[in-house]
């Protein structure tokens, strides 16, 4: 829906291709579900709240991201609808983690983790991806590492080149941050502040429906998440 406007910086995280174009995509989506008839349509309704949230987490509008995707979790939840209500956690902790709300990311992100493992073992490599991202940017550069190790276990199981690609440039970052930070120990120096990280995208999804290829509302491919 949103895939093609959405791009990776060099510390991991989601930034606008074409902040113009993705601004009024953004705003032909919100344009939409003011058009819809009240609670008439909650699976349409999710699933556009969820990409607003994204695309507004994107342009910085931290407020408005948090509050889209956090009724695009309530619909989830209400829907009974587990996958989504994973998928649209680990978006609901990024917007957190870019809004600089690092406690409420970090229970969101275990929230997410938990519910995938016990509920959607499809989706622990997700979920261990953007919570070892989250672990890297707060400086917890041993547990992140872990964490991506893991998904890139779960990753090359899969046998899907794409994800294991992202997972192994999260991973070559985090160890990168390590040597780093050892140098300065080993030279006496305080460790410089750990970089901030991107993350994520998906196909556009069918009325009411999530796309199979990127549980978090956007996609992953090469660079992404």
């Not at 609670?39 to 948090?66: F, K, N, S, Y």
């Not at 938990?114 to 547990?143: C, I, W, Y």
Request: aromatic share 2%; charged share 25%.
């Amino acid at each position: 829906m949103l895939q093609h406007l959405i791009d990776q910086d060099e510390g991991l995280r989601m930034v606008p291709a074409d902040r113009n174009e993705l601004t009024t995509a953004v705003g032909r989506l919100n344009e939409e579900l003011q058009g819809l008839p009240g609670e008439a349509d909650p699976a349409r309704t999710r699933v556009l709240t969820r990409w607003i949230g994204i695309g507004q987490m994107c342009l910085g509008h931290h407020e408005e991201a948090r509050r889209n995707l956090r009724r695009s979790l309530d619909l989830a939840a209400a829907l009974g609808n587990t996958r989504a209500v994973v998928a649209t956690g680990l978006n609901l902790a990024d917007a957190h983690r870019y809004a600089g709300d690092v406690q409420g990311a970090d229970a969101l992100y275990r929230g997410a983790l938990n519910t995938a493992r016990s509920q959607h073992p499809e989706l622990v490599d997700f979920a261990l991806q953007h919570t070892g991202k989250h672990l890297m940017e707060r400086g917890d550069l041993a547990d992140a590492h872990t964490h991506l190790q893991e998904a890139l276990r779960l990753r090359i199981a899969k046998g899907d080149t794409d994800l294991v690609e992202s997972t192994q440039a999260a991973l070559d970052r985090v160890e990168l941050l390590i040597g780093q930070a050892a140098a300065s120990a080993a030279d006496g120096a305080v460790p410089p502040p750990v970089a901030r990280p991107v993350d994520l995208m998906a196909p556009v999804p069918h009325h009411g429906q999530e796309p199979s290829t990127g549980p978090w509302g956007v996609p992953e491919r090469k660079a992404m998440p």
